[in-house]
């Protein structure tokens, strides 16, 4: 906040109101003692340069617990919602001035796996008409790929002069080394009892493998469960990719067919595939929460092996090699065409890749997953 200070419209700069809360009133805890406390650290430092407020939904019941003694109220809503009802509704609480919609959706979230949410137009600039008719104030949610704002995923607007991108040609990765190796292991395994959540082990992003060995006590086929998978694992058995479970699509159950008279590994890489911050999954914890069970028998014990992925720059010693068994990090280099004197923003077309994370000069530049859509491209800022 020291950082934000000069630059608060009080003090000359173009910062005119700080979001204290969003949506709080939707939360269950429906604390005073904690919204009070929120508004005062934010008022040592914002004093009276910049506007204090807070988003709510409007419901009697959100606004019962989500406004803020002294912090302006405003609503938040898209373009279903009947502007001059929810104005009308937000005058009987925030008496005075102008009413704000500080969170207006052109669109929607759009998930993995779900179809790309779309909205037309002109049912934008029908809901936008309607607002400023009824002299209010707006602050729209441009982000192309949370809400399918009308701008692009860099969030530049259309303007006289077009923002230049590139063309950098095709590139071809080389395989470096399978994440089974022990050489990726950047964090020491741990073995416990049974599986570890993500945040037992200190980590908050990323994949962790999680192995067992198996012996043959069972008729095939044998009924694997994972209970309470966070969120989507890859099943293996002796570093052969077996089957998949995902939380979101309910499958945490497959069908094993072990050899008989040995024993197998059993390696079960779970993916946090991020964290909401709302509603029922305010407070989710990742990996497997429960018990892994073959035909309702609990197994184990295991090793855990994080991979939080914060940092790739140890790949760099890696020499590329000509097979590697997936799941696997790979890696290219190039140089920009000649005729390019400076570096100009594109775009990592993930088409035809099936599923990871992408980094460019160890900096992250998100997942792809393009048979699951919708993202299918990847921003690469200059």
């Not at 009802?85 to 959706?105: M, R």
């Not at 707006?138 to 701008?151: C, M, Q, Y």
């Not at 095709?170 to 022990?182: A, I, W």
């Not at 292991?185 to 959540?197: F, G, M, N, Q, W």
């Amino acid at each position: 906040m020291q950082k934000m200070q000069p630059h608060l419209y009080g003090n000359g700069g173009n910062i005119i109101m700080v979001q204290v809360e969003n949506e709080y009133g939707s939360y269950y805890a429906c604390d005073s003692d904690y919204r009070l406390w929120l508004r005062d650290l934010l008022k040592g430092y914002v004093e009276d340069k910049a506007l204090l407020y807070t988003i709510d939904i409007c419901r009697q019941r959100d606004f019962d617990c989500g406004p803020i003694p002294e912090v302006y109220a405003t609503v938040d809503f898209g373009i279903s919602v009947n502007a001059s009802q929810c104005f009308d509704f937000l005058k009987t609480i925030q008496k005075g001035g102008p009413p704000v919609n500080s969170e207006f959706y052109p669109g929607w979230l759009a998930h993995w796996q779900e179809p790309h949410p779309k909205v037309t137009s002109d049912a934008v600039v029908r809901q936008m008409k309607s607002m400023l008719s009824l002299n209010a104030s707006i602050k729209e949610t441009l982000e192309n790929a949370k809400h399918s704002g009308p701008v692009l995923e860099n969030i530049s607007v259309i303007s006289p002069i077009p923002m230049l991108k590139a063309a950098y040609g095709t590139f071809h990765l080389q395989p470096l080394v399978s994440l089974f190796e022990e050489v990726t292991h950047r964090i020491t395994p741990v073995l416990s009892a049974k599986p570890l959540t993500f945040e037992s082990m200190d980590i908050n992003t990323g994949f962790v493998m999680y192995e067992t060995i198996l012996l043959n006590k069972f008729e095939n086929p044998v009924n694997l469960t994972v209970n309470s998978l966070r969120d989507r694992a890859i099943i293996y058995l002796d570093q052969v990719q077996v089957g998949t479970m995902n939380r979101l699509k309910g499958n945490t159950t497959i069908f094993l067919d072990i050899e008989k008279h040995s024993a197998q590994t059993l390696s079960i890489l779970v993916e946090n595939q991020g964290r909401i911050n709302y509603g029922d999954f305010i407070e989710d914890r990742k990996g497997i929460l429960g018990h892994v069970l073959l035909d309702n028998k609990i197994v184990g014990p295991w090793k855990d092996d994080a991979h939080p992925l914060n940092e790739t720059s140890w790949l760099s010693s890696i020499k590329p090699v000509e097979h590697v068994q997936v799941p696997a990090f790979y890696r290219t280099q190039f140089t920009l065409p000649e005729d390019y004197t400076s570096t100009l923003d594109t775009y990592l077309d993930t088409s035809g890749w099936t599923k990871g994370v992408a980094f460019l000069n160890d900096i992250n530049l998100g997942r792809y997953w393009p048979l699951a859509g919708p993202q299918i491209t990847l921003y690469v800022p200059c």
